[in-house]
């Protein structure tokens, strides 16, 4: 696996969603890994290295979350926040991916450190230049800050 590319940790639960945005990501060229998880609590798994995501070769740190609010088990915000509170790695940049317009959820995910809030669109044209964004601008300009338990199971 090339670890010179930051991988992407999409949390979506919708079958459909996650198809069109493996499509946009293809079609943008990102190259980056992409793994999903599919509900809040695979993703606390995921971020500290619990159960089938111990490995961090098989399943590496993200350099990135795509996060949706409306998960099973966990939601979204909770995820937000628990990932917040984690002394090692409470720096991953997040990005908010859903489909509220709600003020109240999108004051919520800011207030519980969201890096960015995007509502996802409806037409795919618009999700591949939202995909192309968000390569170019989290994966490609931005420069994130290390992760002390990066390569351990915290």
């Not at 999409?10 to 459909?16: A, F, I, T």
């Not at 979350?65 to 937000?80: A, F, H, I, Y």
């Not at 995910?109 to 409806?122: C, E, I, Q, R, T």
């Not at 995909?131 to 915290?154: C, H, K, T």
Request: aromatic share 8%; glycine share 4%.
């Amino acid at each position: 696996m090339d670890t010179t590319l930051g991988t992407l940790l999409l949390v979506e639960d919708d079958p459909n969603d996650v198809m069109l945005f493996r499509r946009a990501k293809d079609k943008a060229k990102l190259a980056n890994p992409l793994h999903v998880v599919s509900d809040g609590d695979a993703a606390i798994a995921y971020l500290s290295g619990q159960s089938q995501y111990a490995d961090r070769n098989t399943h590496p740190f993200p350099a990135l979350m795509l996060l949706d609010l409306k998960l099973p088990r966990k939601s979204g915000l909770e995820v937000l926040e628990w990932l917040r509170q984690q002394q090692d790695i409470h720096r991953l940049p997040v990005v908010v991916m859903t489909s509220s317009k709600e003020s109240a959820d999108v004051g919520k995910a800011y207030d519980l450190g969201a890096n960015s809030y995007l509502v996802k669109p409806v037409a795919f044209d618009t999700l591949l230049a939202m995909v192309r964004a968000l390569g170019m601008y989290w994966l490609i300009l931005n420069e994130n800050p290390e992760f002390s338990a990066q390569d351990s199971s915290l």
